[in-house]
């Protein structure tokens, strides 16, 4: 084994010590440090590996330099790259980097470098607020809203009007409670409570159409708006499809180990209430099938493709947003096709076919039929090209889950309830 | 308007125009520079020096104002210390603040400062915000001590600020809780043995209940703190283990992680066939399968720390294959992580699958993973016996396709599964060969080469091909030229009529006309072999290969031990020890897995530095110096802990006092000096201790006697419990341990030999030094079976004393040389003189009447033997146990006196009084015949009296 030759300084308490945002261009456009300024020159290991890696996707999460370790994520076309100097849990500073990216988002409705940059003074306070001396402090969205306001057209410009802050004045109330997720004094006019269960289906189909893996990943994501301490409790016609469960940290995990009902007292506003994960194969129908064709001759420098969808287990639901992509071998220059149904877009530089089918329509199958011509001189394709597929069901969760009822305690109005479901495509691939 | 304005400054003078700025009296104008400094921080210029006018903003009731400036504040108070102390007094002010924002803030920022000068300031309202009423601001505080202690510990402790700390974990607010605890095992990090987090039952509770009300963050702080406690037994660790288990539905990935590493260690100390056992292996896979539909950063370091647990238990995940099968869009790094646990979790239930899977993915795109991919097929063949047929199909029909680098992997993955499987799918060797031009990488090449020269004798051309390399000879890397060399001397030693002059090429390009002393080397060899004894050159070029063994690349089962104690780290990504990323002065224990209650299941291994003698290595020999000063020191008191390192220096000690040679030995001056008789006395004490490790010398005596069976029934002689000579880490995993034996007349040396290593031990030899017994073999080591990994395998060696004599120092000791086909092995060990007591030494009366008094005084020497409450009668009788006979007894003033004659192998009598007093159980030895046997019967004896 080599010697590692790389040691992590003493220093005690500083988790994270320095953020750095990239964009795809490699231009670093914010840096944020809370011990001591460390060079930016420290990015120049992670440059390196972003090179190496061809494909931003590509660059390895956890990267090592001579004194500090760089971890990193990719979101939205944005590197966060955060650097350690003592050994932590690399999994607590993903989750960090994610919870960031997730409060920018919030607070700027999109995660880009431009509303980074448009924002830069409240990005600043919310990077201090989240983290003391490197160690989290406040992530929830909830308390850091209450600290730092959100920036609106209409409150950026009452500021320029009226001179007054967008910093909170006053502690919020969450922190003092043992609901840090829930504001106190919360006040609405319609209470409302609506439920969207979203079930992702995660499979690989191999040529002849027979599933080699097929998973559902769903999250119940809530929309909840009711005044005063509201007690919710949400069960399930069919809870015993739930074996593989995370929660939000307000439901109270015992009662769902003894009853199998979610009780909580839920955050302000949005947020995601649990996520499971349906993995026994029986469960998991798939509501497509793909015939396809797609060969190269061994000469001419040409080829042939023919695909053609279907439906499979809709459970009697329309199928929509129906998109086929196929990532094309590099040889391949331009396609010569005929939808029956949509438009087809063939990128000969990200070599990437998309097909944008919409609703399927089980009378009149669509297809997509013609000709790939090839780089002239260069070898038949060894690699097979992948198909994905998108689709989307509305009404339908694919495993049957289905909500029973939504009672309140605590309070005495009568809130308006809903549940909405939707099934979509995840990670649904199809091999040739 | 946006925050993008504060970017446009960018002209000369912008520092001063912003000095300007910052000093107007409007409050707005004061603000908007403020804002303006900090977005020349985001992109990294240097606004130090605006550090006195920032301050000056500081004294406003504007909460936004001042939020801003300590935004400045904290970035630069680290760079510039000796600037923040102007802002102390505010700092004190803000502490006193209306406000617990404010007071928060302050607390926070002046923590930041790290300026010894400072932290006098610091004290007191750290201490008021210890005990603020707003938890906020005590939340902060208690992140603020850990910052303190790391800038002045000892001002820390005196303050008593750890002593609040610890208080803190009391609060009624979980999450000060959280805090409290993260920032002490900060602290405790630091400094390894402070004891800082007394984890006892009662704080383990309290964190168990902050746990289930504290935010995501300080979860971790805890569980990764209840990771490092070590229960009392199984059942407090099953109610920590059901109280933890919640946590794998939280959905911060961090935290199912922490919980999986506090599961996989409590879980080891959990009978396996206690129910709950079950349940938790069961609970366990759920939660890790969901880890892999995380975002791929997440996944990346939850693969890692998966690799770990698959190697640690892989019942676990043994159904969960399919959610490892790799989608094409994953990043390259989850592929390839993907692809490692999918060949460890493969078996025969599920190859099939597996093989499909590889296949497909060696058709992908990416180079890297195509070749991973290929190489796990021929993992696969070796890992799986009963699937090393489809997967050297599979890999045929991957050649068939002919992409260079594909056919290249595959024939290395084939050259090992030859190895595995010699004389089996040779077949494939034509289909081979004619993949020979196309391979440009060395190892492909070399693992080419090696099938040629391996099975020359199939390969009717076998000549030709390797000839066709010789060409390009000095062009090749080394990997290349060295397997060519041995592949054409073996097809030489197999045809040899048709090449003898491609011999002659390959070793004089070897040796003439190469640089490279490895190969110049193996050529000499090879011709010098070749030239003196072709058929000696046979068995030895030509000798059977030992099988590659299945898993070459698990880790290594401490080092595993210790990562799964660190699950969640960078350890566990690296999967490298914690001691190779820290340095300094944070020692890093290392962690190891609790034992199981209830079975003997050792986890012991042999870098564990036990404090049981019994680990010590046995031939540890101090220096002269240090011994005479051990030997005077020691009195008549019952040595106690010393006393393992004490024993081998009594044994030189007293040998250096008493001269060397055989002959010298009955005329010589023994002193006879106070000191010797003192040293002589705590001999006996010291022994039993290190043999038996037993803590307290009196008891360890006494369960000696015990040990030798029932009252009056003469037994065998006293057996020593094993020790361990031998230590796998110096012996490529061999481990010794031994003990002797005195049965029915024969003396015997029982082994346990344990292969520690990770592949299988055969051949096994034993050979002792000259010693001053003559003690040797008196047959071959009986090892009949490989040694596989894990196995321990108890053997009994019969010796005679026949062998050649050299005096040795000590006198009992043993140099011993063990050989496998590994190595050889050597170690040395002491056996007890009793050994050598011959089953013949009872004396007559008249001549041991007779000898007594013809033995000079010099030659005696006297020793107590403590706390032994014997009779006189009992002791006889086990004396005789180990053939130290009772001639004659008689009782004197209330004392039995026993006379007693001892005949050693090589035909030197010993004789010796023994004096028992009555009410005080004290034993005299006296007068024994041959001082320099002396020494090591005196020592020996007091186990033998069991």
Redesign the interface.
Known sequence: ?P??D????????IMIHSLFLINNAGD??????????IS?SVCDYFFEAREK?V?P??V???I?TPHH?LI???REKIFFVSV?Q???????V???L?RVAETFQDYFGECSESTI?????????LL?EML??G???A??SNILKE?IRPPTILR?MVN?IT?S???????PTG??S?I?WRRAGVKYTNNEAYFDVVEEI?A?L?KSGTT??A?I?GVIDACVKLSGMPDLTLSFMNPRLL???????CVR??R??SERVISFVPPDGNF?L??Y?I?AQNLVAIPVYVKQNISFFETGSSGRLDITVGPKQTMGKTVEGLVVTV?M?KVVLSANLNATQGTYNYDPVTKILVWDIGKLNPQKLPNLKGSLSLQSGAPKP???P?L?IDLKIQQLAISGLKVNRLDMYGEKYKPFKGVKYVTKAG?F?V?T | MTDSKYFTTTKKGEIFELKAELNSDKKEKKKEAVKKVIASMTVGKDVSALFPDVVNCMQTDNLELKKLVYLYLMNYAKSQPDMAIMAVNTFVKDCEDLNPLIRALAVRTMGCIRVDKITEYLCEPLRKCLKDEDPYVRKTAAVCVAKLHDINAQLVEDQGFLDTLKDLISDSNPMVVANAVAALSEIAESHPNSNLLDLNPQTINKLLTALNECTEWGQIFILDCLASYLPRDDRESQSICERVTPRLSHANSAVVLSAVKVLMKFMEMLPKDLDYYGTLLKKLAPPLVTLLSAEPELQYVALRNINLIVQKRPEILKHEMKVFFVKYNDPIYVKLEKLDIMIRLASQANIAQVLAELKEYATEVDVDFVRKAVRAIGRCAIKVEQSAERCVSTLLDLIQTKVNYVVQEAIVVIKDIFRKYPNKYESVIATLCENLDSLDEPEARAAMIWIVGEYAERIDNADELLESFLEGFHDESTQVQLQLLTAIVKLFLKKPTETQELVQQVLSLATQDSDNPDLRDRGYIYWRLLSTDPVAAKEVVLAEKPLISEETDLIEPTLLEELICHIGTLASVYHKPPSAFVEGSRGVQHKRLPPRAGSGESTESPDVGQSGPSEAPPAVIPSQGDLLGDLLNLDLAPPTATVPSVQPSMQMGAMDLLGGGLDSLLGGDIGGSPSMGAGLGAAPAAMPASLGGAPAVGGGLGDLFDLGGGVGMPTGSYVAPKTVWLLAMKAKGLEISGTFARRGGIIQMDLSLTNKAMSVMTDFAIQFNRNSFGLAPAGPLQVLTPLSPNQTIDVSLPLSTSGPVMKMEPLNNLQVAVKNNIDVFYFSCQYPLSLLFVEDGKMDRQVFLATWKDIPNDNEAQFQIKDIHLNSDVASNKLQGSNIFTIAKRTVEGQDMLYQSVKLTNGIWVLAEMRIQTGNPNYTWMCWRRPHVRECVSQNDSPVIS
């Open positions: 084994m010697v590692l790389i040691t992590l300084k003493d220093n005690a308490l670093l456009f914010l840096e944020k440090h809370w011990k001591s300024v930016r890696a494909e996707d590509n390895p999460p956890v090592r370790y990193n994520i990719y350690i003592t050994e932590v849990p690399p999994l607590f993903i989750e960090f994610h940059k448009d924002n830069v003074v409240i990005v600043y306070e201090e003391d001396n160690f989290p402090l992530t929830e600290l950026s320029t001179g802050s967008n910093v909170g004045e006053t502690l922190q003092l043992t840090p995660d690989i191999d080699v893996f998973e990943q074996d593989d469960v995370s929660f939000h940290p995990y015992k769902w180990e995601q649990m996520s994960h993995s990532h071998p060894e690699e097979n992948s994905n990670k691939q091999r």
